[in-house]
T-cell receptor
């Protein structure tokens, strides 16, 4: 079991460029989440999904889009990157059904210049 | 709205000393409560969780936490800190729905 994996691990973008972060889980979890982590602010929820084909906005969704075409994958897109999106991005998954523990990926460090 | 407060941004303790990290939450009913740990450069790992029942819960690495409904608190404790415990600790609450709210974190420094 690989658990939750994220691609890429690190990326540098110029303002206005686009990119997609990939999250994959092999635990057959229904729920998946994208967070960003900034110093002194903990983790803030960007978007989440409660099942294949579903997505919903979290606390800080502006500037991001997501898709969950397959149950095991959850993609986070930045259409036009801004310096304010410099952050560490974590993906997490959860099985649901009473087992409320989230399992986190290793993170993607993004720098927008 | 649900919220989680970790009053201490950072704490320094000596190796072998006891530790208590504070966490207060805001929610009308009993939430699901969690403590996660993040070692430098690493991802988050679950230390322990509380759903119901015994208000004192045991976790991994010798940590425990106590749920106190009257104080809306879920403080994390360890009787004797090891240098490897230096990390950032996040309290989190799941209060209905599918979302978990995280506190801002407390960074623990351990002195030799």
């Amino acid at each position: 079991n690989a658990g939750v994996t994220q691609t890429p691990k690190f990326r540098v973008l110029k303002t206005g460029q686009s990119m997609t972060l990939l999250c994959a889980q092999d635990m057959n979890h229904e729920y998946m989440y994208w967070y960003r982590q900034d110093p002194g602010m903990g983790l803030r929820l960007i978007h989440y999904s409660v099942g294949e084909g579903t997505t919903a906005k979290g606390e800080v969704p502006d500037g991001y889009n997501v898709s969950r075409l397959k149950k095991q994958n959850f993609l986070l897109g930045l259409e036009s990157a801004a310096p304010s999106q410099t952050s560490v991005y974590f993906c997490a998954s959860m099985t649901g059904g009473g087992q409320e523990t989230q399992y986190f990926g290793p993170g993607t460090r993004l720098l927008v210049l | 709205a649900q919220s989680v407060t970790q009053p201490d941004i950072h704490i320094t303790v000596s190796e072998g000393a006891s530790l208590e990290l504070r966490c207060n939450y805001s929610y009308g009913a009993t939430p699901y409560l969690f403590w996660y740990v993040q070692s430098p450069g690493q991802s988050l790992q679950l230390l322990l969780k509380y759903f119901s029942g015994d208000t004192l819960v045991q976790g991994i690495k010798g940590f425990e936490a106590e749920f106190k409904r009257s104080q809306s608190s879920f403080n994390l404790r360890k009787p004797s800190v090891h240098w490897s415990d230096a990390a950032e600790y996040f309290c989190a609450v799941k209060a209905g729905g599918f979302k978990t709210i995280f506190g801002a974190g407390t960074r623990l420094f351990v002195k030799a």
